[in-house]
């Protein structure tokens, strides 16, 4: 099946400094990936839609300066937290849409593992 | 606001008994359903869906039952097994013109199989 590997699973970071999640399709490409960050016992919240080729669509309130996403290829796309700060510590998860071949109702997202990302 | 909906954050079932998990949704664009499994420190896992136009799926030991009049649904395990214990998420699909349909999540439900 589908698989999406994330990188790195955790992470701790200094305050200001950026840090870059990596989110891969293994075995298929995404033309679309998706972003969320879960807070503890929240649901999972979209960040961003992201597109390969393209600008990434962010959800209102996420600021598209400070989370920067790249989706340079059809198997990679990345998060970049920039000038991070303690509140910007979460679990982001990445997923990703299969370009071709998904009939409706069938496994619509394959997630990563997710990211822990701690800022000091 | 809250378009998914999971009122239980918490459940304890008796294994091999009937494990239900409840999800109610009020926008009613959503076309489609799924139910994710989550185990701690690893991303979901893509459990069943249901389309908009059913109001029942199975699959193996797992059932969705979808009321789209009452904008409810729910998760049936039966029997429930140790291993099914995790935190299961109700996400709601909303189709858009263009590709970038969205899915939407609730909070999940932690779901405990007691011996």
Redesign the interface.
């Known amino acids: 099946g589908a698989v ?1 590997s ?1 990188h790195p ?1 955790r992470v701790i970071c200094k305050s200001g400094t950026s840090v870059k999640i990596e989110c891969r399709s293994l075995d298929f490409q995404a ?2 990936m ?1 972003w ?1 960050r879960q807070f503890p ?6 960040m961003a ?1 992201s ?1 390969e080729g393209s600008k990434a ?1 962010y959800e209102q309130g996420v600021e598209k300066d400070k989370f920067l996403i790249n989706h340079a290829s059809l198997t990679l796309s990345t998060l970049t937290v920039t000038s991070a700060h303690p509140e910007d510590s979460s679990f982001y ?1 990445c ?1 990703a849409r299969a370009r071709t071949g998904e009939p ?11 990211s ?1 990302l701690t800022v000091l | 606001d809250q378009q998914v909906k999971q009122n239980s954050p918490s459940l304890s079932v008796q294994e091999g008994r009937i494990s239900i998990l409840n999800c109610d949704y009020t926008n009613s664009m959503f076309d489609y359903f799924l139910w994710y499994k989550k185990y701690p420190a690893e991303g979901p896992t893509f459990l069943i869906s249901i389309s908009s136009i059913k109001d029942k799926n199975e699959d193996g030991r797992f059932t969705v039952f979808l009321n789209k009049s009452a904008k409810h649904l729910s998760l049936h395990i039966v029997p429930s097994q140790p291993g099914d214990s995790a935190v299961y998420f109700c996400a709601a699909r909303r189709a858009h013109m263009n590709r970038d349909d969205k899915i939407i999540f609730g909070k999940g439900t932690r779901l405990h199989i007691l011996p």
């Open positions: 999406v994330q699973s033309t679309t998706f969320y016992k929240q649901s999972l919240m979209l839609t597109n669509t998860i997923s409706p109702g069938a496994n619509v997202l394959t997630f990563g593992a997710g822990r």
